[in-house]
């Protein structure tokens, strides 16, 4: 995945600046950033939830596509998965996670019901294939989550800050299928406050502030050695904690 030279307005606000970035295949991307840095909304242009007014984003050197059914394709493609579940509330859970595989990708019925267990098994909530996500907890709900996404058998899988809206209980077993999933060699960028997940499974740390792309490394440059006042002031309130 190719993003170069992205710029995005709200009314006055520049939030996006200028964006570079090249995400090659099975890279682990965790984006960092305080509040307010444009972080979830560089996740929400790259599946297209925002339009954006300069710059191109490209998937196997295909450009983003703007509406109809090639967007339908390309949201296929990219897989993505928010702080809130999302799932269908009166549907059960294998209903959830074979709904995009039969309509998107016409999966018949038995094929995608298989391949949905398989997921679900996966991450872990084989036993709540029938129930109603009300009756899951926030962290399996966010498990069934990742596996709906993963039933399109996405290329690059988003994640917008994953566990920020679990109990503490529940983080780590959202971040260990992920991690899990990084390993496997799925295209990830992960945007979290999880310090350790970033040093655990990212390739690639990218630190974003104002908007802009501050500085970008491995985890162990970053967290060890930043260079940016931005990502040493940022780092010294996270683990300072």
């Known amino acids: 995945m190719v993003i170069t030279g992205l710029n995005k307005h709200f009314g006055e606000l520049h939030v996006l600046r200028d964006i570079n970035l090249t995400i090659g295949k ?3 991307v965790v984006v960092l950033g305080p509040s307010g840095s ?3 909304t560089l996740c929400r242009t790259i599946n297209r939830l925002e ?3 300069t710059g191109s984003i490209t998937i196997d050197g295909v450009p983003l596509p703007d509406e109809g059914k090639s967007l339908a394709q390309l949201r296929a493609d990219v897989g993505m998965v928010f702080q809130s579940f999302n799932l269908f509330a009166h549907k059960t ?3 959830n996670i074979t709904l995009g595989p039969m309509k998107v990708r016409k999966k018949s019925k038995a094929d995608a019901e298989k391949d949905a ?3 679900l098994e996966r991450v872990g909530v084989t036993a709540q294939a029938n129930k109603y996500p009300a009756q899951l907890s926030g962290g399996q709900q966010q498990r069934v989550a990742i596996a709906r ?5 996405p290329k690059v899988m988003l994640f917008d800050e994953p566990t920020s809206a ?3 209980e529940m983080v780590n077993e959202v971040l260990e299928v992920m991690t899990e999933l990084a390993q496997s060699g799925m295209t990830m960028i992960v945007i979290t406050h999880e310090m350790g997940f970033a040093r655990r499974a990212a390739n690639r740390v990218v630190f974003m502030a104002d908007g802009q792309i501050v500085e970008t490394g491995t985890p162990d ?3 060890n050695n930043p260079t940016s006042h931005r990502a040493q002031d940022f780092l010294g309130k996270i683990l300072s904690h």
């Open 26 to 28: 099975g890279e682990v």
């Open 38 to 40: 444009g972080k979830s």
């Open 51 to 53: 339009p954006f007014e």
């Open 93 to 95: 859970i294998l209903e």
């Open 117 to 119: 267990m398989a997921l």
């Open 149 to 153: 996404a993963l039933a399109m058998r």
């Open 166 to 168: 679990l109990d503490p």
């Open 221 to 223: 440059t970053f967290f």
